[in-house]
């Protein structure tokens, strides 16, 4: 059974930073592309930034420069530097895995809020 499980959302204040882990079980971890997702109220799920399995990484346009997707196969675990953080970036965070897409295993999900 695949278990995504996401940790380190919260609530911080604009130009804050953030770091969230997912931690996976179930699947052959280094062979999944690994994305994170987010979805804020009224809005559709859209991509934050994925890392293959081979470490090429990929960033939606709003979040680059700011956000660090990054992978330990070792682990099982990946994890999204956030920093510079808007209120826009408000949103349920989503951990999910891939071979390489459509994402076939999907977190919780994971809060975060960023104050004005």
């Known amino acids: 059974q695949v278990h995504l499980v996401e940790s380190g959302g919260g609530l911080v204040q604009a130009g804050g930073s953030l770091r969230l882990s997912c931690a996976a079980s179930?699947?052959?971890?280094?062979?999944?592309?690994m994305g994170w997702y987010r979805q804020a109220p009224g809005k559709q799920r859209e991509l934050v930034a994925d890392i293959t399995s081979a470490g090429s990484t990929n960033y939606a346009d709003s979040v680059k420069a700011r956000f660090t997707i990054s992978r330990d196969n070792a682990k099982n675990m990946v994890s999204l530097q956030m920093n510079s953080l808007k209120p826009e970036d408000s949103a349920v965070y989503y951990c999910a895995a891939g071979l390489p897409r459509p994402m076939r295993h999907w977190g919780q999900g994971t809060q975060v809020t960023v104050s004005s």
């Open positions: 179930g699947i052959i971890f280094s062979r999944y592309t």
